[in-house]
C-alpha cells in the first residue's frame, strides 16, 4: 500500500515538470518559425521593390521629348521650354550637398509664351554653413530651357513650417504665392540653358540589383533561421527523451 502511495506521489510531482520541457520546445519552433516568416517576407518585398525600380527605370528610358507641352508631362520627360524667368519669384531649396558642399538648389518660376507658369529647379549653389538669405543673378528676356521633368508627389516629412524666408525644406508648389499658380504639378530640372547652376539632381533611384541582394540577404538568414531551428528542436526533443519524461 505504501509502495502504492509512493508511486502516485512520484507522478503527481512530475506532473507540472513534464510540461515544462514540451512547452520549451512549443515556445522555441514559435521563436523560429516567426524569424523564418519575417525573412522570407522581408526577401519578397526587397524583391518586388527590384522589380518596381526596374519598371520605373524604362518608364524613365521610354519617356518622351516634348517642347512646351499643352497637356500634363509624364514623369522623366525630356522638355523644351521657351519663356522668361520670373526673378523675383525665386526661392532656394535648403540644405543640400553637392561634392563635399553645403548649399541651396535655385527655384525661379517661368513664364512661357503662353503665359503659363513653370517651375525649373536651376541646379546648385555653393553657400556654405552661413543662414544669410542667397542672392543670386537670373537671366533676363527670352531663354530656351531643357532637362527632365519630375512630378510633384510626397516629400519628406516636415518637423516644422516648410518655408523659412525665401528658403523651403522640400520643393512644394504652394509655397509660392501666385494667383493663377503653376501650369502642371512638378518642376522641370534644367540641364542646359541659360541660368542653369550646377547639376547635382539625380533620380532618387535605388538600382535594382542593389535590392535583389537585399532580398537574397534576408533569404539567407531565413534559410539560417530555419537549420537552428530544426538542429535545435531535435536537441531539445533528444533531451527531452534521454530525461524519460513522455511526451
Known sequence: MGHSIEGQGARAGRGPTSRLPKRRLGLWYLLWSLLVIVGLSLGLWQWERADDKRRYLARLDAAPTLTSPHEPPPEGA??????????QETLFLDNRTHEGQLGVAVLTPLRDDAGRLWLVQRGFMPTGPTRDT????????????????????????LFGPNREGMRLQR????????????????????????GRFELWWQPNVVPPARHVGYAVQWWGLALAALAVMIIGGRRLTRERRSSGVDS
Do not use: C, N
Open 78 to 87: 525630356r522638355l523644351t521650354l521657351k519663356g522668361e524667368y520670373v526673378a
Open 134 to 157: 542667397p542672392s543670386t543673378e537670373t537671366p533676363a528676356g527670352e531663354v530656351e530651357l531643357r532637362g527632365r521633368w519630375q512630378l510633384a508627389g510626397d516629400g519628406a516629412p
Open 171 to 194: 520643393i512644394d508648389l504652394a509655397a509660392w504665392e501666385i494667383p493663377e499658380g503653376f501650369a502642371y504639378p512638378g518642376w522641370l530640372h534644367l540641364e542646359e540653358g541659360p
